[in-house]
């Protein structure tokens, strides 16, 4: 009997292989670079966040399944969370979702809210697994591009381009404020177009917001939820990974109205159904940490911001600088280079450094094939010998 071929990928999926973040991290890890590509910190969060989770165990909370909605505890902590920072109010119990990561939140959002042949508006460039929840869900993807602009020197949305993107199909918008890889953070004039581009359409808005206290230079980031008529449309999605450096525990969560919560829980339970259930109650009390925690995480990662971006400059690069996220997106044109892809593939062997090639987060490659991201949530002293060896490219 001849043997069997596997299945095929579906058609749905096509396109989609190995991501470009386990691509480059294993090229990191054959070559000895120093990765500043995949965007995880390289030291621990709190200790005493670190201790919960071990005392949650030992006490033998979460280490059978937890309630599929999340445990109450911190469900209760994402409510409040929301509430004093953002004044936006919750029912932990029927309005509160905890997910594995921003990532699940995403995916079970699209698979809930997203019918085959509906239009998805995304910003490009997009986190990947945009692109593939999206197709997933069998909806189609709209991008609308964010872009370079000298004279705020930051990407901006183009509200013209956004607006004409909307049609009859349109379904859904998928936000990411502050934006990876950009490092974009939403304006309030910007958040408002769109809130009223969704009102006036009657659009779901689905907002990626993992980066949220990650903010610098005086930006703000402002949930679009907290727009009149945006909360009973917006699933609003953010994790605990970024914000306290455990990025392993795969601790997310999403909150919107009931309706939309609910259509959410339906698909994430035939997902994931429960997962880190130790780690829950350790993230409800990180979720309580004093404002001077806040505070002292953005002002060491601007710091670590501009380490990097002073020896991205020596060494040549256009540097854009990011109002928000750990990531600096750069454009290699300076240094003679057109290829992203490219560069980023032979970087290590030149450089011993490995970072990522926007050009994958964009539909039309083309659009951003000189840009490269790098990530800054590292030591101080990999960052400083990072940028030595960068220097080794400067015209």
């Not at 501009?306 to 991205?312: A, M, T």
Request: charged share 25%; with cysteine.
């Amino acid at each position: 009997m001849a043997p069997m071929t596997p299945a095929p990928l579906n058609r749905r999926l096509a396109g989609f292989g190995t991501t470009i973040f386990a691509e480059m991290s294993a090229l990191a890890a054959a070559t000895g670079s120093i990765n500043l590509g995949q965007g995880f910190p390289d030291t621990d969060g709190p200790e005493e966040i670190r201790e919960a989770a071990v005392r949650a165990l030992r006490e033998g909370r979460g280490n059978q399944y937890p309630p599929g909605p999340g445990v109450p505890e911190l469900r209760t902590a994402i409510a409040e969370h929301q509430r004093q920072r953002y004044g936006l109010a919750y029912d932990p119990d029927t309005e509160v979702l905890v997910t594995a990561g921003a990532t699940e939140a995403i995916a079970a959002s699209l698979l809930a809210l997203v019918e085959p042949g509906d239009e998805v508006i995304a910003l490009e460039p997009y986190y990947d697994s945009y692109a593939a929840c999206i197709a997933m869900a069998g909806g189609t993807r709209v991008p609308v591009t964010l872009r370079p602009d000298p004279a705020e020197a930051r990407f901006v949305l183009d509200l013209d381009e956004l607006r004409a993107a909307v049609t009859d199909r349109t379904r859904l918008i998928l936000l990411n404020t502050p934006h990876n890889p950009t490092g974009t953070v939403l304006t309030r004039d910007e958040l408002a177009a769109v809130a009223a581009l969704a009102v006036e359409r009657d659009l779901l808005v689905v907002t990626d917001e993992v980066y949220e206290h990650l903010v610098f230079d005086g930006a703000a980031h402002i949930p679009v939820a907290t727009f009149p008529g945006m909360r009973e449309r917006t699933i609003t999605i953010s994790s605990a990974g970024k914000t306290f450096s455990f990025t392993g525990w795969k601790v997310g969560w999403a909150t919107g109205s009931r309706d939309l919560v609910s259509a959410v829980r339906t698909t994430k339970q035939y997902l994931t159904y429960v997962s880190s259930g130790p780690f829950q109650y350790a993230i409800a009390e990180a979720l309580r940490l004093p404002d001077t925690y806040y505070d002292d995480l953005r002002a060491d990662l601007r710091r670590k911001r501009d380490l990097l971006g002073d020896g991205l400059r020596a060494a040549g690069f256009e540097v854009y600088q990011p109002q928000g996220t750990y990531f600096i997106t750069t454009d290699i044109t300076p240094l003679g280079e057109k290829d992203a892809h490219a560069f980023c593939r032979t970087l290590p062997e030149r450089c011993g450094v490995v970072a990522i090639p926007n050009s994958v987060f964009y539909d039309d490659p083309d659009t951003g094939r000189t840009q490269v991201r790098f990530a800054f949530c590292k030591k101080d002293d990999i960052l400083t010998e990072a940028a030595t060896r960068l220097r080794r490219l400067a015209p």
